[in-house]
């Protein structure tokens, strides 16, 4: 079964570190980038970021830049997603999902179930 | 940064009612444009991709349509499972933006 599984619930102190992990199943882990969303109470989501877990290159959103780090474990298909500094507002759910790394540009077809991160 | 904004925020409408819901971005590109649609307390659902192929599994009462910067997304006949909030967003360049949201419930 294709599918992404994400770590459990987090609650963080402002100033701390979250490191998040989706684990990817079912298949062909090289041939999808992974990305990361930050989904706050009512907003839509907002994209943090990518990493192609073939290479290992990433892109970060602006917003983000300096404070999140992704990266990838090849020997268990999982990527990882650490957001450091954390504040108040990152209270949210965070979502992987993957797109597809081949033939152009792709949707996001298939996510993780979420990982509440609350700061207080 | 491409951004997109929604609109309505919120629609009500009786079951079998056309829904149409509008998405605009704030500068014009290729169709690479998604809609999501997401359950209370749920994960994001991809519904449609490259603004009017429906993803698989996805009922036909669902079509999207649009270029450039004006897109929608239509539902038919809306049933009582169609309550959710839909987003669309832009997976032509990063950051992949996504809009607001409109909420959709049964009247």
């Known amino acids: 079964q294709v599918q992404l599984v994400q770590s459990g619930a987090e609650v963080k102190k402002p100033g701390a570190s979250v490191k998040i992990s989706c684990q990817a199943a079912g298949y062909a882990f090289t041939s999808y980038f992974i990305h990361w969303m930050r989904q706050v109470p009512g907003q839509g989501p907002e994209w943090m970021g990518m990493?192609?877990?073939?290479?290992?290159?990433?892109k970060y959103a602006q917003s983000f830049q300096g404070r999140v780090t992704m990266s990838r474990d090849m020997s268990t298909n999982t990527v990882y997603m650490e957001l450091s500094s954390l504040r108040f507002e990152d209270t949210a759910v965070f979502y992987c999902?993957?797109?597809?790394?081949?033939?152009?540009?792709?949707?996001?077809?298939?996510w993780g179930q979420g990982t509440v991160v609350s700061v207080s | 940064d491409i951004q997109m904004t929604q609109s309505p925020s919120y629609v009500s409408a009786s079951v079998g009612d056309r829904v149409t819901i509008s998405c605009r971005a704030s500068?014009?590109?290729?169709?690479?444009l998604a809609w999501y649609q997401q359950k209370p307390g749920k994960v994001p659902n991809l519904l449609i991709y490259?603004?009017?192929t429906l993803q698989s599994g996805v009922p036909s009462r669902f079509s999207g349509s649009g270029s450039g910067t004006e897109f929608t997304l239509t539902i038919s006949s809306l049933q009582p499972e169609d309550v959710a909030t839909y987003y669309c967003q832009n997976y032509n360049s990063v950051p992949y933006t996504f809009g607001p949201g409109t909420k959709v419930d049964i009247k």
């Open positions: 490259a603004a009017s």
């Open positions: 990493i192609n877990p073939g290479g290992g290159a990433t």
């Open positions: 999902a993957r797109s597809a790394a081949w033939g152009g540009k792709h949707p996001f077809d298939i």
């Open positions: 500068q014009g590109f290729n169709n690479f």
